[in-house]
């Protein structure tokens, strides 16, 4: 059974960094694509950035410029790199992680969520 996990979530001030991290374990025969996914109090889950098989990435325009999505081929790990950070990219983000099986059938998957705090 495959899980996914992230880490990486804090306490920043204005203007910091941080590195999400989301680990995929178990049995990934291919991979199909992930992305991050954010939720602040009373709003709706918003798309942050995505990453293709071939690498393709989207992001929303509030986060252009500032955070960067890469993937770990060889672990299955997908980061989030984020820079320049304000008060309102406060908010629980969300790893999802596609793959596809042996049979072939598609899954697609959701973390816990790890909470991003920006504040002075």
């Known amino acids: 059974q495959v899980q996914i996990a992230e880490s990486g979530g804090d306490l920043v001030q204005p203007g910091g960094s941080l590195r999400l991290s989301c680990v995929a374990s178990?049995?990934?025969?291919?991979?199909?694509?992930a992305g991050w996914y954010r939720e602040a109090p009373g709003k709706q889950r918003e798309m942050v950035a995505t990453i293709t098989v071939e690498g393709r990435e989207m992001y929303n325009n509030a986060v252009k410029g500032r955070f960067s999505i890469s993937r770990d081929n060889n672990q299955n790990t997908v980061y989030l790199q984020m820079g320049a950070l304000n008060p309102e990219d406060t908010a629980a983000y969300f790893c999802?992680?596609?793959?596809?099986?042996?049979?072939?059938?598609?899954?697609?998957?959701w973390g816990q969520g790890t909470q991003v705090t920006v504040s002075s």
């Open positions: 178990g049995n990934i025969p291919k991979f199909a694509g």
């Open positions: 999802n992680f596609a793959y596809i099986d042996d049979h072939p059938m598609y899954h697609s998957l």
